[in-house]
């Protein structure tokens, strides 16, 4: 299983990047997708999840009203729209998936993802 990481780099505070998230070899279509981050010298911590079904998604207390998860099956992706960036979200972000329970279950715990990517950078700088 290989999710391959795409869209970051580096933007000033107050601008946006999409990062979007590719799956190889297999299709997204009964995993949830999570997006994880990790900045440098803290640890990994998540920022979205969305349910198999699309229909339920969930975001970490930093990012919420600012960032945007949503899937697109059809062409096996998922993609982070990031809205408002600040310094705070420097980090290396990371896709990952999850065969959840249910396709209403958007549940991405660290320790239990089935599939990573390798991450993209992005950095939020002036």
């Known amino acids: 299983l290989q999710l391959v990481e795409s869209g970051g780099g580096l933007v000033q505070p107050g601008g946006s990047l999409r990062l979007s998230c590719v799956a190889s070899?297999?299709?997204?279509?009964?995993?949830?997708l999570g997006w994880f981050r990790q900045a440098p010298g803290k640890e990994r911590e998540g920022v979205s999840c969305?349910?198999?079904?699309?229909?339920?998604?969930n975001y970490g207390e930093s990012v919420k009203g600012r960032f945007t998860l949503s899937r697109d099956n059809a062409r096996n992706t998922v993609e982070l729209q990031m809205n408002n960036l600040t310094p705070e979200d420097t980090a290396v972000y990371y896709c990952?998936?999850?065969?959840?329970?249910?396709?209403?279950?958007?549940?991405?715990?660290?320790?239990?993802?089935?599939?990573w990517g390798k991450g993209t950078l992005v950095t939020v700088s002036s």
């Open positions: 969305i349910s198999s079904s699309g229909g339920n998604t």
């Open positions: 990952a998936a999850i065969i959840p329970i249910t396709s209403d279950q958007a549940l991405c715990i660290e320790g239990g993802m089935d599939a």
């Open positions: 070899g297999f299709t997204l279509d009964h995993f949830a």
